[in-house]
């Protein structure tokens, strides 16, 4: 089945503790972003990749980063998390970047 | 102002009645559009694509007047299943890819 997987689907984590959210993809899509999502701003886009070794910053970086080492992985990192990034995050990929974008589940993050 | 803009709603509407929502995008560079669906606590999911020609599939059809830079969802016979928020989005490009959401109209059918 062609998915977006993300995990942990919910995680509650410590001020300051590194973190990681993995993303896979098993549609060969060239393009992966993360978003967050919170109540009253819809998805803003976090960091996206348009191919292997190719990342770009997108509306809301600060605080998060990320890699693309293999085309089908796409992990988002939280170095020292702030109660500011409790949100809820979605990876998503798209063959073309114009065609549309699949979602994972989403993760719900909560910083404490 | 922001990029992409629409009625946040809620739209409270019976079973079998049509409804319009309507979006606005700022960005005159932009260059496809689609519609997503997003059930509570889910993931959004692409419900269509919109073209300037307009586009329809079963109960839905899009529309885009790139001159008024306005998108247009018409749903005809609503369902109880179709309750959810819609999400006008656009996809920039220039340099960069990008999409950028609006901030969801909300739809609630009720019997």
């Known amino acids: 089945e062609a998915q977006v997987t993300q995990n942990p689907r919910y995680l509650i984590t410590v001020t300051g503790k590194k973190l990681t959210v993995t993303c896979s993809q098993n549609?060969?899509?060239?393009?992966m972003s993360w978003y967050r999502q919170d109540p009253g701003l819809g998805l803003r886009q976090i960091y996206y990749?348009?191919?292997?070794?190719?990342?770009d910053k997108g509306d809301v970086p600060e605080g998060y980063k990320v890699s693309r080492k293999e085309k089908r992985n796409f992990p988002l990192i939280l170095e020292s998390p702030s109660p500011n990034q409790t949100s809820l995050y979605f990876c998503?990929?798209?063959?073309?970047?114009?065609?549309?974008?699949?979602f994972g589940s989403g993760t719900r993050l909560t910083v404490v | 102002r922001k990029e992409v803009e629409q009625d946040p709603g809620p739209f409270n509407v019976p079973e079998g009645a049509t409804v319009a929502f309507n979006c606005t995008y700022s960005?005159?560079?932009?260059?496809?559009f689609f519609w997503y669906r997003q059930d509570c606590r889910k993931e959004p999911k692409l419900l269509m694509s919109?073209?300037?020609s307009g586009n329809e599939d079963g109960r839905f059809t899009a529309q885009l007047n790139r001159a008024s830079q306005y998108i247009s969802l018409l749903i005809r016979d609503s369902k109880l299943s179709d309750s959810a928020t819609y999400l006008c989005?656009?996809?920039?490009?220039?340099?960069?890819?990008?999409?950028?959401f609006g901030a969801g109209t909300r739809l609630a059918v009720h019997p």
């Open positions: 998503a990929s798209s063959l073309e970047g114009a065609d549309g974008y699949t």
């Open positions: 549609m060969n899509h060239e393009y």
């Open positions: 990749s348009m191919n292997v070794e190719v990342t």
């Open positions: 960005n005159s560079a932009s260059q496809s």
């Open positions: 919109v073209y300037s």
């Open positions: 989005v656009v996809h920039a490009m220039g340099g960069y890819n990008k999409l950028i």
